[in-house]
């Protein structure tokens, strides 16, 4: 695997000071772990990830999508629960190719490869026309962009007119009994039990540093908010440990 490099701490304007790291280290790091990536998912969360992409692609429903971009899709279990959920065509990009190899095979399995379409994309330079997707889809993706402006921005440019993004990310949780905890999970258990299983002790390092100093709650709509998203809004999750996002594009 490559060394990590920042790219820089700062990317934009009125995002807080935060570590970022090169398109070339996240794939690695992604390309290495992804043959355990679907089991450690669910079991370091306890299967609460699968309730949390639901609730996610639930709050899709009343827009009707007929064609939803997921970006970052990894394994591609956004886009499993979208095609599962809703009558829509899905497309995932990722930039991983081991991840979007497992999600490919996980969809063919689950019959779903006229529904769903994974392809090897960033969300930094989008290779679909402006104007093509009714919804675009992220999960646990966006604080590994390596710009993340650009990222959201590129989703803009892709949506139709009234089309929704949906984000889902990490957060910090609110309560602070629950912060110390989920703090003392994820610094110091997480990364040694993903680290054995997965054999790459650094990429679940990588996960709490990244989750850490990313913006969350109203510091993160605001920043949807300087990408041209309106009617921006928040649903926490779980104490706030997950909070999903919304931004129209009018
Ligand atoms: C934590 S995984 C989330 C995967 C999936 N969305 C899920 O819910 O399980 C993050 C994914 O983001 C991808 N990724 C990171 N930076 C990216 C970028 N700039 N453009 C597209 N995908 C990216 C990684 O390769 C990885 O598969």
New binding site residues.
Partial sequence: MTRPSLVATFPMRNEPERKVYD?GY??SL??SI?FR??FL?HLLSAGV?VFW?RKAIGLLQPFHPGRIL?????????AITAARKLSAEVIG????PE?LRIGRSKIASMGLRSRITLTE????EISFAARSFDAVT????VR????LQQ?LLEIQRVLKVNGVAVI?EFSRPSISLVEESFGFYFTRILPVVGGLISGNADAYRY?PNTVGEFPAGTDFLSILHSAGFKETIQYPLTFGIATIYIGIKR
């Fill in positions: 398109r996240v794939r992604f390309d992804a990536y679907d998912n990830d992409r997921d970006v970052a899709t990894g394994t591609g279990d956004m990009i990722d930039i991983s991840m994309g960033s969300a930094e992220v999960a646990f993706g590994n962009f390596s710009d990222g889902l996960l």
